[in-house]
Structure formats: structure tokens, C-alpha cells
């Protein structure tokens, strides 16, 4: 992704100031929220990767085949609210709506996540769909 674009993840920051960062680089999110946005940013870029590297070892599938997404078009994220999260803490939540489209119908994702901060390092726990 260009470093001067704005980040997908709806932040209005520029995408290296912003999710960037995490993902082009060896730094970890600092909050959950953070790593939420970047994970938005990952599943927009397909980083498997990145994707499994910040999902939490005890809920980790062993692979992610994103090549079924081929005719997804992400469209923004909104994050809805977030409880705990910070760098201090080590659990928090982030409730958001992702919105995409899958061969050209409109999807709404709207889930409460589950983050937990482990040695200074935040990953996705589990998440519940509403």
C-alpha cells in the first residue's frame, strides 16, 4: 500500500502513521483498538501472515486461506466501542462494524471482539457476531 494514503481502517491517519506501521514493520500495536484497525487493514491486503501472527495461540486456526475473498471489496470500518484495551491493560474489547461487498451485495459485519495482551504483545482472542 502507498505511504501517502490514507489508512482503510477509517482512522484519518496516513496509512505508515497509522496501520502501516504494524503491518510493514517489526513494531506491535500498543492498544487493542490499534490492533483491531490493523487487522481490518490485513484482511483488505490478505496478510495471512500478519493475520495469524496477532490471533491469540489458544483460539489460532492453523492456516487462513484468504483466496476465498476474491470477490470481496472492503468498504470501512467503524468502530462502535471498546472497553479496556490499553497498553496497560491485558484484556480488552473492541466492538465494530465492517462493511464489504461479496460480488457486489452488501455486507455488514458487526462483531464484539476479544483481545488479550500477552508479554507486552496484544492478540485477537474470539470475537461474537451481532
Known amino acids: 500500500m502507498p505511504d501517502a ?14 496501520c502501516g506501521r504494524y503491518l ?3 513494531a506491535g500495536p500498543l492498544t487493542a483498538e490499534q490492533l483491531m484497525r490493523s ?5 483488505i491486503q ?3 501472515h500478519y493475520l495469524l501472527h ?21 468498504l470501512g470500518l467503524k468502530i462502535v ?3 479496556a484495551g490499553a497498553a496497560e ?8 462494524v465492517a462493511r464489504y461487498k461479496v460480488n457486489g451485495k452488501a ?8 483481545f488479550e495482551r500477552v508479554d507486552g504483545q496484544w492478540f485477537y482472542v474470539d470475537g461474537i457476531i451481532k
Not at 494514503?5 to 497509522?18: D, F, H, I, K, N
Not at 487487522?39 to 484482511?43: I, W
Not at 496477532?54 to 472492503?74: E, F, I
Not at 491493560?89 to 465494530?96: A, R
Open 24 to 26: 510493514d514493520a517489526d
Open 54 to 74: 496477532s490471533w491469540s495461540a489458544a483460539t489460532r486456526p492453523s492456516a487462513l486461506d484468504l483466496r476465498q475473498d476474491d470477490g470481496v471489496k472492503w
Open 89 to 96: 491493560d491485558t484484556d480488552g474489547i473492541v466492538e465494530f
Open 5 to 18: 494514503v490514507l489508512c482503510p481502517c477509517g482512522s484519518e491517519q496516513m496509512y505508515m502513521a497509522c
Open 81 to 83: 466501542a471498546t472497553e
Open 107 to 114: 455486507v455488514r459485519l458487526h462483531e464484539r471482539s476479544r
Open 39 to 43: 487487522r481490518y487493514c490485513a484482511y
Open 46 to 48: 490478505r496478510n495471512s
